[in-house]
């Protein structure tokens, strides 16, 4: 059993000078990487170089001696110490003065074997620290150095620290499984919960709304507490061992110094907050006062010069965000970390996105400002755009809607509205009405009186027609075989303009079968012997149902 524990104790012992040797030779790799791309010793001062032994700092070595610069000093001194017998653990740390090119400079060795040199060149004027207290310094370090040393060859304290290590394994598997387990359940009961306020509620409560943040504190909770629980492991495992002492201790110190720099910052960043906050209270407060004129000028509370009801809402929006872009505009500068080369560049690619791909919607945004402002067309108008005859829905930003006589939504891009005739049957309808106009084509044999009569009955038993202003007829060709009849009459509801034109037509094809005059559409090649009608008595043919007279409005636009 002792042969065995020895065993192990060498071997770990072992394990860990090849391990600390190994991340020696990586730094020594990084330090000739780039000093191979540096510029020559004699064109700029020597960089310093720290020796490291077992994790611990002995010297920063900053002077040349023989021609050798510090990064080669470095090296000779780790391979003097790889090159140790074991027997010199138990030899003393010594030290002897010599003269170095006029300068002073002390030797260390481990009973009479050398190490490495410490010289007057090596002191940093920075620290304002003299040659001898670098030297004991040094020694100190030496000495703990070598006591640790030692420490590694101690069977007794490499098995403590290994069932120390093996214990505290066993405690932290413990303890993640059950913080997992437990927060877990947590987790799963608060978004039960949420489920339930959400099918409880049809609409966005508070209630429901703090329970999903909740449900996602809990999840960032868990993950805190899994690392809390990782970095404690590690951290009292690397302090278990000698060789690893000192990750352990600058872990924690690394910890100690990331928690103080995230307090420093917030209590640096508190005066900007403030500032930000009061910016932005100041914003707000102006946009509700917008707020409040906006509204009395649409009420019609308030009236000023050049504002119209129409350009109410549009004018309140371009103010509102015009308030808050100053707003922010102010207060960026005041956000913490707004002059950090994140920032900086963030601001540099949303500025290049905006200006590669805003030229469409700036486009767009403009138009939608000229079909606003000119007061063209406005929510409720039955207009003709572009040959799209429907009811206007909305007037945005970026396109106008249209809903049609068959119910379909048409999206009109705002840059197409305003290179587009309008035509807005609206627009003036509130004293005369709309008027609305069909075309017949009668023969010359019909008398044109008769015809006039016939159109102007036709209209006045439609029902959508306005009595007043009454309807009339213009004659608006003598083609080679028939008179082009066009008939205006005045209409109470724009939306309603398709349903009451067919139910106009209708009325014009009774009035003229009635009296027997023939509609010349379509084209004749030859005079038929008799008058192409429709008797009274084959009206309701089948499978026509009799019944009253159809002339009314079928339906409503929009």
């Excluded at 505290?168 to 978004?191: C, D, I, K, S």
């Excluded at 963030?346 to 200006?355: K, N």
Aim: aromatic share 8%.
């Amino acid at each position: 059993m002792s042969s065995m524990t020895s065993m192990l104790a060498t071997l770990v012992a072992g394990w860990l000078l090849a391990f600390s040797a190994t991340c020696q030779a990586a730094a020594d790799a990084g330090d000739l990487a780039s000093k191979a791309s540096a510029p020559s010793a004699a064109a700029q001062p020597d960089e310093a170089a720290t020796l490291r032994i077992l994790h611990r700092d002995i010297l920063t070595m900053r002077g040349r001696i023989a021609g050798m610069t510090p990064q080669a000093r470095v090296r000779r001194a780790r391979e003097r110490l790889e090159a140790l017998p074991d027997e010199a653990v138990a030899l003393p740390i010594n030290t002897v003065q010599f003269q170095s090119g006029g300068g002073r400079g002390v030797q260390f060795l481990v009973g009479d074997l050398p190490l490495f040199s410490v010289v007057e060149g090596d002191v940093d004027a920075d620290t304002k620290q003299d040659f001898d207290a670098l030297v004991a310094q040094t020694r100190d370090h030496m000495e703990e150095v070598h006591a640790a040393w030692g420490e590694m060859r101690s069977r007794p304290l490499l098995l403590q620290g290994l069932l120390r290590s093996a214990g505290a394994t066993l405690l932290f598997v413990a303890l993640v499984w059950g913080a997992y387990r437990v927060m877990a359940r947590v987790v799963v009961l608060m978004e039960k919960r949420r489920d339930v306020l959400a099918a409880r509620f049809s609409h966005v409560d508070w209630r429901e709304f703090l329970a999903r943040v909740a449900v996602v504190v809990l999840q960032v909770l868990q993950w805190i507490v899994l690392l809390a629980l990782t970095y404690s492991w590690a951290h009292f495992v690397l302090g278990s061992f000698v060789a690893t002492a000192p990750i352990a201790r600058d872990l924690g110190d690394w910890l100690v110094h990331k928690l103080s720099w995230l307090a420093e910052g917030a209590l640096d960043s508190l005066p900007g907050f403030a500032t930000v906050v009061i910016v932005l209270a100041f914003t707000r407060l102006v946009v509700d006062l917008l707020g409040y004129l906006f509204d009395a000028l649409q009420k019609g509370r308030l009236r000023l010069p050049l504002f119209h009801p129409e350009t109410v809402s549009a004018t309140r929006r371009i103010f509102t965000v015009f308030a808050w872009c100053v707003g922010i505009a102010v207060a960026y500068p005041f956000l913490p970390g707004a002059s950090s080369d994140v920032f900086k560049g963030l601001s540099v690619l949303f500025g290049l996105m905006i200006t590669l791909g805003s030229t469409g919607l700036v486009t767009q945004l403009m138009s939608g400002l000229v079909v606003i402002y000119s007061r063209s067309l406005h929510k409720g108008d039955f207009v003709d755009i572009n040959g799209v005859q429907g009811v206007v829905t909305e007037v945005a930003s970026l396109a106008t809607k249209i809903v049609n006589v068959r119910n379909d939504e048409i999206t009109i891009p705002n840059s197409v509205v305003i290179s587009s005739p309008i035509h807005n049957y609206s627009k003036l309808s509130g004293t005369h009405g709309t008027l609305l106009s069909t075309k017949v084509t009668i023969g010359y044999d019909a008398p044109w009186r008769q015809v006039h009569a016939l159109l102007i009955d036709a209209a006045r038993r439609t029902r959508g027609v306005r009595a007043t202003p009454e309807p009339y007829v213009y004659q608006r060709a003598l083609s080679d075989f028939y008179v082009e009849y066009e008939l205006f009459a005045s209409i109470e509801n724009p939306p309603d303009r398709i349903p009451i034109l067919s139910a106009l037509h209708e009325s014009i094809q009774d009035a003229f079968n009635e009296h027997g005059v023939q509609i010349m559409s379509p084209h004749f090649l030859g005079q038929p012997d008799h008058a192409v009608v429709v008797p009274k008595t084959q009206w309701y043919a089948s499978p026509a149902s009799p019944g009253p007279q159809v002339s009314s409005v079928r339906g409503r636009q929009g």
